[in-house]
């Protein structure tokens, strides 16, 4: 078996959140970076990939699959085990509350922050910002009671929302005021595998 090619933005917390999927499932990928600014993604044969031109996708020998939190669930079903993707009904609900926030909250929140400072997206914002503390608030308050977002060990849930919340700081979001989302953080940084999404340089934009 060769190993899972990802293609990949490397300032992207959704192609960042399969790396780190692949990484912690001791997986072998060969990333493929994508000239997002050169408009690679809206070529003919990226298109034939994902038709909505949209990174990550992954090529797993044959099987192509797009959509961070879809193939979240794809890796953990193949690579994983029951931590990653409960098997049971209440666990693996819980599992898809947190990707639906990372679909919904987050990306309107902390990632839009984000690409309003990183890459000048049009955004508000005071907006965006706002929608951000807000979900912060609901996961610190959640953590304070467990160590991962759906109990004692990590799974997908969090592999889903690390990213964006992590980086949060570029987008002007400070983590200063939200202690268990930063211990959590912490732990999933100390996971065997964990590799991180690079900060973003002053002054970066995208063309």
Same mark, same amino acid.
């Given at each position: 078996?060769?190993?899972?090619?990802?293609?990949? %933005?490397?300032?992207?917390?959704?192609?960042? !959140?399969?790396?780190?999927?692949?990484?912690?499932?001791?997986?072998?990928?060969?990333?493929?970076?994508?000239?997002?600014?050169?408009?690679?993604?809206?070529?003919?044969?990226?298109?034939?990939?994902?038709? %909505?031109?949209?990174?990550?996708?992954?090529?797993?020998?044959?099987?192509?699959?797009?959509?961070?939190?879809?193939?979240?669930?794809?890796?953990?079903?193949?690579?994983?085990?029951?931590?990653?993707?409960?098997?049971?009904?209440?666990?693996?609900?819980?599992?898809?509350?947190?990707?639906?926030?990372?679909?919904?909250?987050?990306? %309107?929140?902390?990632?839009?922050?984000?690409?309003?400072?990183?890459?000048?997206?049009?955004?508000?914002?005071?907006?965006?910002?706002?929608?951000?503390?807000?979900?912060?608030?609901?996961?610190?308050?959640?953590?304070?009671? !467990?160590?991962?977002?759906?109990?004692?060990?990590?799974?997908?849930?969090?592999?889903?929302?690390?990213?964006?919340?992590?980086?949060?700081?570029?987008?002007?979001?400070?983590?200063?005021?939200?202690?268990?989302? !930063?211990?959590?953080?912490?732990?999933?940084?100390?996971?065997?595998?964990?590799?991180?999404?690079?900060?973003?340089?002053?002054?970066?934009?995208?063309?």
């Amino acid at each position: 078996m060769s190993a899972i090619k990802l293609y990949t %933005f490397s300032l992207s917390g959704h192609a960042h !959140r399969v790396q780190l999927a692949l990484s912690l499932l001791n997986q072998p990928v060969g990333l493929i970076e994508m000239d997002l600014r050169g408009g690679q993604h809206k070529r003919p044969e990226f298109l034939a990939l994902n038709p %909505f031109g949209q990174v990550p996708v992954i090529d797993d020998n044959g099987l192509v699959l797009a959509d961070s939190n879809a193939i979240l669930v794809y890796l953990a079903r193949r690579y994983g085990n029951a931590d990653w993707l409960p098997t049971d009904a209440a666990g693996e609900a819980a599992v898809q509350r947190w990707l639906s926030v990372a679909a919904g909250l987050l990306a %309107f929140g902390p990632a839009a922050a984000r690409l309003v400072t990183v890459f000048g997206a049009g955004f508000r914002p005071e907006e965006v910002i706002a929608r951000a503390h807000g979900l912060l608030k609901v996961m610190d308050a959640e953590l304070a009671g !467990r160590p991962f977002l759906i109990g004692a060990r990590p799974s997908i849930a969090d592999i889903a929302n690390y990213s964006y919340i992590a980086h949060a700081p570029e987008g002007n979001v400070s983590l200063a005021d939200y202690p268990n989302v !930063r211990a959590w953080l912490a732990r999933i940084e100390a996971l065997p595998g964990f590799v991180p999404m690079p900060a973003t340089a002053a002054g970066l934009r995208a063309a």
